[in-house]
């Protein structure tokens, strides 16, 4: 139903009202306007757009109430209405895991808040190193994790045997909102992939240098010659001198 992806949170809202007013004064509502509609709902819950999320539920429900006025509902007309009550039910859900919506409000001196600013800091990071980095064990890094997993601030998976943990775009959301996020995170977090980035360069000239060979002379010294030859013609032994 559209061209191009909505944007930011504005566009997201003005799309929503749009598919809505065009599913309103259709004769039948289509495929293609539930799978649009479905689309803007996963994306605005996946980055906590939550006036495109109340719009869409407002519309939603306008739309439901025309199949109240209707006294006897065809079998295509049933089927539209089932298909509405299920958005609603999905957009419902998604204001609820919302973090205004869980009513998050972390203490910025608490481990969740902390456990929050450490991986927008450095994303990846295991259990472990988030139990070094907070001052705690790995049972309470568990703990806090599932509590901010069920928020939807993190996800996490698995890297061998580890747990990796990474910030969701609502959890960057609400450390934006909360100002729990540090003025220099997104700085720190460019010198990191800065200095991975230097080491791997480094690594890479290591490997490109050419190797040494070490080979000794007719009296026995050791010698170093570069793999491209020697720089220099080598001494005769002394028994060959005169």
Same mark, same amino acid.
């Given at each position: 139903m559209t061209d191009s992806a909505p944007g930011p949170t504005h566009d997201r809202r003005t799309e929503v009202r749009r598919l809505i007013d065009a599913m309103e004064h259709a004769k039948v509502i289509s495929d293609g306007h539930f799978s649009a509609l479905g689309m803007l709902i996963t994306d605005a819950s996946l980055s906590a757009d939550e006036p495109a999320l109340v719009e869409c539920q407002d519309g939603l429900q306008w739309l439901h109430r025309h199949y109240l006025d209707v006294? @006897? =509902?065809?079998a295509p007309q049933r089927e539209q209405r089932g298909r509405i009550l299920g958005l609603i039910d999905v957009v419902h859900w998604a204001l609820k895991r919302l973090p205004s919506g869980l009513q998050l409000a972390l203490q910025p *001196?608490?481990? %969740? %808040? #902390?456990? =929050?600013v450490a991986v927008a800091r450095r994303p990846g990071m295991s259990n472990r190193q988030l139990a070094a980095e907070l001052g705690t064990d790995e049972t309470e890094i568990s703990r806090t994790g599932r509590k901010l997993l069920s928020a939807g601030v993190v996800w +996490? #998976?698995? *890297?061998w045997r580890h747990n990796a943990w990474d910030l969701t775009p609502r959890g960057r959301q609400y450390l934006e909102t909360s100002g729990l996020l540090p003025a220099d995170a997104d700085a720190d977090a460019d010198a990191v992939g800065e200095a991975v980035a230097d080491s791997g360069a480094g690594r890479r000239a290591e490997a490109a240098r050419p190797a040494e060979t070490v $080979? +000794?002379?007719p009296d026995g010294v050791p010698r #170093? $010659?570069? @793999?491209n030859g020697p720089s220099r013609p080598q001494e005769p032994p002394r028994s060959a001198r005169g």
């Open positions: 006294g @006897a =509902l065809d *001196e608490g481990y %969740a %808040a #902390r456990f =929050l +996490r #998976r698995k *890297e $080979t +000794r002379s #170093r $010659t570069p @793999a």
